[in-house]
Structure formats: C-alpha cells, structure tokens
C-alpha cells in the first residue's frame, strides 16, 4: 500500500516530505488539498490533522503531520538520509531545528505575504524585517555550505531537504541564489540527484491561480 501525502504544490513544508518519500524510494502517492479555498480548516480535514495544516503522511497505521517528524519517520523507517552515526543524527537535529526556526519558518509567512494575499493588504515593514532576518540566515547557511558539500556528513540527508524545501520555489521572497554562491551550487547537488523534481512538478498545485 502505497503511503499518502496530504499536500498542495504551494506548501514548503509538504514539499520536504515529499522529497524525502522520494529520495528514500518510498511508494508514495500525493492527496491534494485544496488549502487556498479554505480545505484545511473543515471539520473533515480537522479529523485527519487537528492542526489544520499540511503536510500530514499517512503509512498504513501511522498518520503524521509536520515536517520535522515527517521527516524523522521516513528517515527511520527506510534507513536512509539519517546521516551514518549518532553524532551525525544529533548534527542533523540541530540543523533541522535552526531551519524550523531560522529559516524556513520565517521564508514561510514572508512567501506568503509577498505572494498570496492581494498587494494592498501586505504589510511592507514587516516584510521588510522578514527579509532583514532571512538576510542573516542565508549567510549562516552560506558559510557552513563553504566548508561541506551537505548539511552534515559526505552524503545528503533530512537536514538537507528541511532547509532546501523553500529555496526551489519561483515566488520572489528576497532569495537570489547568485547572491549565495555555496547555497546556488549545494541547490544543484540536491537538483542532481535521482528522482528530484521542483516543487510544482512532485505535487499537485498551479501557482498561476494564485495570481
């Protein structure tokens, strides 16, 4: 039985999950959801995630929902992408827990700002202090790319796919990959290997409609 992926093409977080799926050969399968007109908050999809948010993964038995844990699990149950030792596994928690917070949380709300709400309702300075902190994080990500080929160890792995998942996408949030050299090329590892696909091409989603 093919594990499921509740998702939308639009959404960084599911667009980690569903690259891990991948690049561990797992069988899995998207569920689209339609998040844009209002899916997510219904009491049915409240059934599947209290939350109200994607992704959530269901294998068989098991249903999971953010990112991180998503990650954690397939990462666990294939063997793959969880580094080679237990320091490495801590190393790749660090990394996963500065994007959550550093990172891909705060690219998140500033995407959404600057894309999916109508331009008269965006609040320019936050946007612009979004983009002053995301400033300072690329540069730690940079830095540590300058140095490594991935995130941890000598082979890709969750750490890799939680800070990559926003970084593929093609609405502007203040992320120019010429800016960030080690980022660009450490882009192209990821993008080279097998079963890659960019975010709107591995889920279901069209981000013309959100014009």
Not at 60 to 85: A, C, F, M, P, W
Not at 139 to 147: N, R, S
Request: charged share 25%; proline share 7%; hydrophobic share 40%.
């Amino acid at each position: 039985m093919n594990a499921k992926l509740y998702c939308f093409g639009e959404s960084g977080p599911a667009y980690k999950a569903a690259l891990a799926l991948t690049f561990a050969e797992m069988d899995w399968e998207p569920v689209y959801v339609d998040f844009f007109n209002g899916e997510a908050r219904t009491p049915e999809f409240h059934e599947i995630n209290e939350m109200g948010e994607v992704p959530v993964l269901a294998d068989g038995d098991v249903t999971l929902t953010q990112s991180g844990v998503i990650l954690d699990y397939i990462s666990s149950k294939t063997g793959k992408l969880g580094g080679r030792s237990a320091a490495e596994r801590r190393e790749i928690l660090r990394w996963m827990f500065w994007d959550n917070h550093k990172l891909s949380g705060v690219i998140g709300s500033t995407r959404f700002l600057l894309n999916f709400i109508p331009p008269e309702k965006r609040p320019e300075a936050v946007i612009s202090f979004q983009q002053a902190r995301l400033k300072s994080a690329y540069a730690v990500l940079d830095k540590h790319l300058a140095g490594a080929a991935w995130m941890v160890g000598d082979q890709v792995t969750i750490a890799d796919l939680s800070c990559c998942g926003f970084l593929f996408y093609p609405e502007p949030f203040g992320f120019d990959r010429k800016d960030w050299p080690h980022i660009d090329r450490w882009l192209d590892r990821i993008a080279a290997l097998p079963g890659w696909k960019a975010p709107y091409d591995l889920m279901p989603g069209n981000p013309s409609d959100r014009a």
